[in-house]
């Protein structure tokens, strides 16, 4: 079945730097790749997402970027705020049919 | 407009007792999902409901867990009994159930512990 790997595990970066995030996905029929921000006592909320149809997709200081030949996404965040340290998911699906396949998320701390 | 309204937030509970999980999900919403989430890790699929229907439980302790949505709208979610690898946060989804639609929307989840 479909795995998906993250890391790394925790990243600490500055405010104002930016942040990366990986995921690798195995199962080549996955289309939807989203990406959830889980804030402490917080259910996991969507943040962005991308379909295999698209190479990059923009929302103000987030982007995510898919390859679809090394089945590899990543989350770029650029002028971190103390507001972006959260954990942070990303997911892998077939379809709206299909479960989502969870990474095991990143811990992103921004330092002041 | 509401979120996904889960209850209670907390409970502790002693191994070999039932408990139960309830949600409400964002009104007009047809898909319901149940996940457990473990500390450190991402949530894992319990059980996903198309409207009424239980469309795919493959992942559910059928042994001690149970879930029901009744009229397609409400759900609960129960375990009996209740064992120590258990204690987990569980967290309830919804999403409009449209093909071209995919996110998902989360509650708070609870966080059961047990001892």
């Known amino acids: 079945g479909e795995n998906v790997e993250q890391h790394p595990s925790t990243l600490s970066v500055q405010e104002g730097d930016s942040a990366v995030i990986k995921c690798t996905y195995s199962?080549?029929?996955?289309?939807?790749f989203p990406w959830y921000k889980q804030e402490l006592g917080k259910g996991p909320q969507l943040i962005i997402d991308?379909?295999?149809n698209v190479g990059e997709k923009k929302d103000q200081r987030i982007a995510v970027t898919l390859n679809k030949t090394a089945k590899h996404f990543s989350l770029h965040i650029t002028e971190t705020q103390p507001e972006d340290s959260a954990v942070y998911f990303c997911?892998?699906?077939?379809?709206?049919?299909?479960?989502?396949?969870w990474g095991a998320g990143t811990k992103l701390i921004i330092k002041p | 407009e509401a979120g996904v309204v889960q209850s209670p937030r907390y409970k502790i509970i002693e191994k070999k007792q039932p408990v139960a999980f309830w949600c409400n999900p964002i009104?007009?919403?047809?898909?319901l999902y149940w996940y457990r989430q473990n500390l450190g890790q991402g949530p894992e699929l319990l059980i996903r409901?198309?409207?009424?229907?239980?469309?795919?439980d493959s992942q559910l302790p059928k042994d001690r867990f149970s879930a029901e949505r009744l009229k397609g709208v409400d759900s609960t979610l129960k375990i009996q009994p209740a064992e120590l690898g258990d204690s987990a946060v569980y967290l309830c989804?919804?999403?409009?159930?449209?093909?071209?639609?995919?996110?998902?929307?989360f509650g708070p989840g609870t966080r059961l512990t047990v001892t």
């Open positions: 989804a919804s999403s409009l159930g449209d093909l071209r639609t995919y996110e998902q929307y």
């Open positions: 009104s007009g919403h047809n898909t």
């Open positions: 409901y198309e409207n009424e229907e239980a469309v795919d």
């Open positions: 199962d080549s029929a996955s289309n939807y």
């Open positions: 991308i379909r295999s």
């Open positions: 997911a892998a699906s077939k379809g709206s049919n299909y479960q989502l396949i």
